[in-house]
DNA sequence: TGCTTCTTGTC
DNA sequence: ACAAGAAGC
């Protein structure tokens, strides 16, 4: 067994964990709760065999105190959760009365992962739009930078607030913030109000059989189709009333630094989200199993940067992606939802591990690996970052990646298997690359990811299992129109030769305009002997042990 | 949610 | 010569 079995115990979901077993009642294993807190019931809940459990567990994902508006000014602390539905902080402050949306840029919250600069363009996009949605609704964003404790207690003196509502945090760094925001307020009589986090399960109450964290997918994914009921999503609110002081507010920031062709690519804010799930269960759900790691077409939905910054409920997805799977008369999108679902599961267990394991964004979840020799090499990193490999499938994601802020996950994990395997480099370094240009970087998806293709995480792929560059682009973008998309100067190779440009005949790559080593690089590496390379380092490793 | 090499069976 | 499958990394 391995240092990751060692839960890490504080809860933060202390009630919402009493509540589900109350409503389940068989939860065994006891879990000590040291901590506060989801303050209000978690929204999922366990699948009783009975149906009335699980109406009941239903209802209880109502806010407790939604019996009528009633007269208590509260404040919403907006952080990675930028939508009107489904936001049970806000649901819950609307319920108890007038309400102040607040949002802060304040560096505490990030601690050792500050936002990179394509989220942080994200993220300034998707604030105006939630301006402009809460304006609609007749209220009104306060925007500030700095301190968020003394900003949200500042804005309680002025409006008279006596609660701040947030959605839970689980980012060990943000939930450290929390904590201490917490504290702040309470010594100025304000309470902070946990909700439920944007997710299906709950990490402390979803354990295995032996009341431990999960530590391998697919029974993780098991539990949760079987034993969680998707808690129904809260709609959006129609109107909001606010109080009779306005709170000042900073200008909103300016999305700098947002990559090239982002807006192209994605329209930010709650309405693209959706516009963007609509068109998943509408147009693409059916294809989804035939073309999810085709990285040339739009197979995927595209909703990781919505749901990085929490523009959409993953409740309602899950919503929509069930009753497809239920209803949907063609099969094959029965399948595509299944998957879709999957998908999602995995982005539950990335949060799992994290919530359990709150070390693993730095360090690997299996504890050999820390004394594992990784390579540092500042020019290969550099290179790689760059997409100037020489490995065009590579190349062309690092570009898709520089330009739109996103990546198609085949590629990912092509690039992160070239980075972690026959270039040596530490995992770290490609994550944090990832996390200073992708536009949904997720400290659970990302850490995931990457320990996963390094073979270092939990439930990862073996670590003689290395991708090759040339088969893995020959596969899935067989005729090189994603190659010649994003690396333009080898848009003119013929599909036979445009895999491995250094194994076409020199006649066929001056006629496509090529000139290895001036126009596109040589491979920074021999794949097959770095290869070999790898897998005896890791062979070593398990070997010293 | 791999890849490579080796073996066997077919023509 | 090559496809299909097994085994080992
Ligand atoms: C090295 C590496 C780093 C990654 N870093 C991130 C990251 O920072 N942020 C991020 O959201 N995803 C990350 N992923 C996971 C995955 O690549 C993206 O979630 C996916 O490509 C998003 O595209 P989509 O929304 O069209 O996905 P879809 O196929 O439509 O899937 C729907 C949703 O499921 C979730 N999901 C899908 N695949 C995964 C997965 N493998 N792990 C966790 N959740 C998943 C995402 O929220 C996604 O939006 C990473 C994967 C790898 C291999």
Same mark, same amino acid.
């Given at each position: 067994?391995?240092?990751?079995?060692?839960?890490?115990?504080?809860?933060?979901?202390?009630?919402?964990?009493?509540?589900?077993?109350?409503?389940?009642?068989?939860?065994?294993?006891?879990?000590?709760?040291?901590?506060?807190?989801?303050?209000?019931?978690?929204?999922?809940?366990?699948?009783?065999?009975?149906?009335?459990?699980?109406?009941?567990?239903?209802?209880?994902?109502?806010?407790?105190?939604?019996?009528?508006?009633?007269?208590?000014?509260?404040?919403?602390?907006?952080?990675?959760?930028?939508?009107?539905?489904?936001?049970?902080?806000?649901?819950?402050?609307?319920?108890?009365?007038?309400?102040?949306?607040?949002?802060?840029?304040?560096?505490?919250?990030?601690?050792?992962?500050?936002?990179?600069?394509?989220?942080?363009?994200?993220?300034?996009?998707?604030?105006?739009?939630?301006?402009?949605?809460?304006?609609?609704?007749?209220?009104?964003?306060?925007? %500030? /930078?700095?301190?968020?404790?003394?900003?949200?207690? =500042?804005? #309680? &003196? $002025?409006?008279? !607030?006596?609660?701040? @509502? *947030?959605?839970?945090?689980?980012?060990?760094? %943000? /939930?450290?913030?929390?904590?201490?925001?917490?504290? =702040?307020? #309470? &010594? $100025?009589?304000? !309470?902070?109000?946990? @909700? *439920?986090?944007?997710?299906?399960?709950?990490?402390? /109450?979803?354990?295995?059989?032996?009341?431990?964290?999960?530590?391998?997918?697919?029974?993780?994914?098991?539990?949760?189709?079987?034993?969680?009921?998707?808690?129904?999503?809260?709609?959006?609110?129609?109107?909001?009333?606010?109080?009779?002081?306005?709170?000042?507010?900073?200008?909103?920031?300016?999305?700098?630094?947002?990559?090239?062709?982002?807006?192209?690519?994605?329209?930010?804010?709650?309405?693209?989200?959706?516009?963007?799930?609509?068109?998943?269960?509408?147009?693409?759900?059916?294809?989804?199993?035939?073309?999810?790691?085709?990285?040339?077409?739009?197979?995927?939905?595209?909703?990781?940067?919505?749901?990085?910054?929490?523009?959409?409920?993953?409740?309602?997805?899950?919503?929509?992606?069930?009753?497809?799977?239920?209803?949907?008369?063609?099969?094959?999108?029965?399948?595509?939802?299944?998957?879709?679902?999957?998908?999602?599961?995995?982005?539950?267990?990335?949060?799992?591990?994290?919530?359990?394991?709150?070390?693993?964004?730095?360090?690997?979840?299996?504890?050999?690996?820390?004394?594992?020799?990784?390579?540092?090499?500042?020019?290969?990193?550099?290179?790689?970052?760059?997409?100037?490999?020489?490995?065009?499938?590579?190349?062309?994601?690092?570009?898709?990646?520089?330009?739109?802020?996103?990546?198609?996950?085949?590629?990912?994990?092509?690039?992160?298997?070239?980075?972690?395997?026959?270039?040596?480099?530490?995992?770290?370094?490609?994550?944090?690359?990832?996390?200073?240009?992708?536009?949904?970087?997720?400290?659970?998806?990302?850490?995931?990811?990457?320990?996963?293709?390094?073979?270092?995480?939990?439930?990862?792929?073996?670590?003689?299992?290395?991708?090759?560059?040339?088969?893995?682009?020959?596969?899935?973008?067989?005729?090189?129109?994603?190659?010649?998309?994003?690396?333009?100067?080898?848009?003119?190779?013929?599909?036979?030769?445009?895999?491995?440009?250094?194994?076409?005949?020199?006649?066929?790559?001056?006629?496509?305009?090529?000139?290895?080593?001036?126009?596109?690089?040589?491979?920074?590496?021999?794949?097959?002997?770095?290869?070999?390379?790898?897998?005896?380092?890791?062979?070593?490793?398990?070997?010293?042990?």
């Amino acid at each position: 067994m391995c240092a990751i079995l060692q839960p890490h115990r504080s809860s933060k979901f202390g009630r919402g964990r009493e509540r589900h077993r109350a409503v389940a009642g068989t939860r065994r294993g006891a879990v000590r709760r040291r901590d506060p807190p989801v303050d209000e019931a978690f929204l999922g809940s366990r699948r009783g065999a009975a149906r009335s459990i699980r109406l009941r567990a239903r209802l209880g994902a109502r806010p407790r105190r939604a019996v009528s508006v009633g007269a208590m000014t509260s404040i919403v602390l907006f952080t990675n959760d930028l939508r009107l539905a489904d936001n049970p902080a806000l649901a819950a402050a609307i319920a108890a009365g007038p309400v102040v949306p607040l949002a802060v840029d304040d560096p505490r919250e990030h601690g050792a992962w500050p936002l990179g600069s394509a989220a942080r363009a994200w993220r300034a996009l998707s604030l105006a739009s939630l301006a402009r949605s809460l304006e609609e609704r007749g209220a009104w964003l306060a925007y %500030r /930078a700095g301190d968020a404790a003394e900003h949200a207690a =500042a804005i #309680a &003196r $002025e409006t008279d !607030a006596r609660a701040v @509502h *947030a959605a839970a945090a689980i980012e060990p760094d %943000r /939930a450290a913030w929390q904590r201490r925001l917490r504290e =702040a307020l #309470a &010594r $100025e009589g304000v !309470a902070l109000v946990a @909700h *439920a986090p944007n997710l299906l399960h709950e990490p402390e /109450a979803l354990l295995t059989q032996a009341g431990r964290p999960h530590t391998v997918f697919t029974p993780f994914f098991r539990a949760l189709v079987s034993r969680v009921a998707f808690a129904a999503p809260l709609p959006a609110p129609a109107r909001i009333a606010v109080p009779a002081k306005r709170p000042a507010s900073m200008p909103l920031p300016e999305p700098a630094g947002a990559p090239p062709a982002l807006l192209d690519a994605f329209a930010q804010g709650e309405a693209g989200a959706l516009a963007a799930a609509d068109r998943f269960f509408s147009e693409l759900v059916a294809t989804y199993e035939d073309l999810r790691d085709v990285p040339s077409v739009e197979g995927t939905s595209r909703l990781s940067p919505h749901l990085a910054h929490g523009e959409i409920s993953v409740r309602e997805l899950a919503r929509r992606a069930e009753r497809v799977a239920r209803e949907s008369a063609d099969p094959r999108a029965v399948f595509g939802a299944q998957a879709f679902l999957r998908q999602l599961a995995w982005r539950e267990f990335a949060y799992h591990l994290l919530h359990h394991v709150p070390h693993t964004p730095s360090r690997p979840l299996k504890p050999e690996f820390e004394r594992f020799w990784w390579e540092r090499d500042e020019h290969v990193l550099r290179a790689w970052r760059q997409g100037l490999t020489g490995y065009p499938l590579v190349d062309a994601g690092l570009r898709e990646l520089a330009a739109t802020g996103w990546m198609h996950n085949r590629v990912r994990m092509v690039v992160a298997s070239l980075l972690t395997k026959d270039l040596m480099q530490p995992w770290a370094d490609g994550a944090v690359w990832f996390w200073e240009r992708l536009v949904d970087a997720d400290l659970a998806n990302n850490t995931l990811g990457w320990q996963w293709v390094a073979g270092c995480g939990a439930d990862a792929q073996p670590f003689f299992r290395v991708f090759n560059p040339v088969t893995q682009s020959r596969r899935f973008d067989p005729d090189g129109a994603y190659v010649r998309r994003w690396v333009p100067e080898l848009a003119r190779v013929p599909s036979r030769w445009i895999h491995a440009p250094w194994v076409a005949p020199p006649h066929e790559l001056e006629a496509a305009g090529v000139r290895l080593g001036e126009t596109y690089p040589l491979p920074l590496v021999d794949h097959a002997v770095a290869r070999a390379r790898a897998i005896e380092a890791f062979r070593a490793l398990r070997s010293s042990m």
